[in-house]
């Protein structure tokens, strides 16, 4: 069973920067490959970046690339997502996600998720 929990969501204006975090265990958490996704009100959940085992191959959704940056610790089992150039439509709640398997992005292949940390972008 692997546990995560994310924090550093908060409330930011546009063009600003979060970081958030994601803490997992057990020790075996290193062998998943992570994800971040996000859910605004009234739409699906989607990805937004993802790496891999070793930190070697990372993933980014389309509407997030060159602003967010996602990265792991695997001595600490953090995952980080760092979030620049924030805008109002990057406003949902954001789920770190682990898979056992081979790193589909897709949210129902995803094997465990943490309960979110809301992240509002004010314009």
């Known amino acids: 069973q692997v546990q995560l929990v994310e924090s550093g969501g908060g409330l930011v204006q546009a063009g600003g920067s979060l970081r958030l975090s994601c803490a997992a265990s057990p020790r075996t958490f290193r062998s998943y490959v992570t994800g971040w996704f996000r859910q605004a009100p009234g739409k699906e959940r989607e990805f937004v970046a993802g790496i891999r085992w070793a930190g070697v191959r990372t993933d980014y959704a389309d509407s997030v690339k060159g602003r967010f940056t996602i990265s792991r610790d695997n001595a600490l089992n953090m995952v980080y997502l760092q979030m620049n150039s924030l805008r109002p439509e990057d406003t949902a709640v954001y789920y770190c996600?682990?898979?056992?398997?081979?790193?589909?992005?897709?949210?129902?292949?995803?094997?465990?998720w943490g309960k979110g940390t809301q992240v509002t972008v004010s314009s």
């Open positions: 996600a682990a898979d056992s398997g081979g790193g589909s992005w897709l949210p129902n292949d995803m094997d465990y």
